[in-house]
């Protein structure tokens, strides 16, 4: 008699050439994929930092355009004006760079005639930017 075996599914060597097929393709795509997010997350800090450099101009203008230090500290540690969260549209947003918020996220060096901000930078963020106003 001839039977045949009614038995249906994947060999064990099947299968493993799959997981080894989609090792490879993990070990090719995770680097990029990593980099790509590392990327996003400069270019987001930076553009965060822009915003709030745009918001510390504004204020300076609606003051009067005499200092700086009327819109914030030397040291950025506090908004004196007391309106760039509202002009950031509520909160002065953190920096994907790290954990810090508001203020705290930015190095802000402030005298009277010139700001620069620059986005707190940490492991996972490299290259940022300065953004400079004044003179």
């Known amino acids: 008699m001839n039977r045949k075996s009614s038995k249906k599914g994947f060999t ?6 799959v997981i080894l097929i989609l090792g490879i393709l993990v070990a090719v795509a995770l680097p990029a994929y990593l980099s790509s997010v590392k990327d996003a997350r ?11 450099a745009t918001a510390i101009q504004a204020n300076y203008v609606r003051l009067g355009g005499t200092s700086y230090l009327n819109v914030i500290a030397s040291d950025g540690s506090s908004d004196i004006s007391g ?3 509202t002009d950031m549209g ?3 947003p953190a920096t994907p760079c790290g954990t810090a918020t508001g203020l705290g996220a930015y190095v802000i060096v402030a005298t009277a005639t010139k700001v620069t901000v ?3 930078t ?7 930017s300065t953004y400079t106003l004044g003179s």
């Open 12 to 17: 064990l060597i099947e299968l493993l050439v």
């Open 42 to 52: 400069e270019k987001t800090a930076n553009t965060n930092a822009r915003a709030l």
């Open 83 to 85: 309106n760039l969260a």
């Open 90 to 92: 509520g909160t002065i």
């Open 118 to 120: 620059t986005p707190a």
């Open 122 to 128: 940490q492991a996972n963020c490299t290259t940022v």
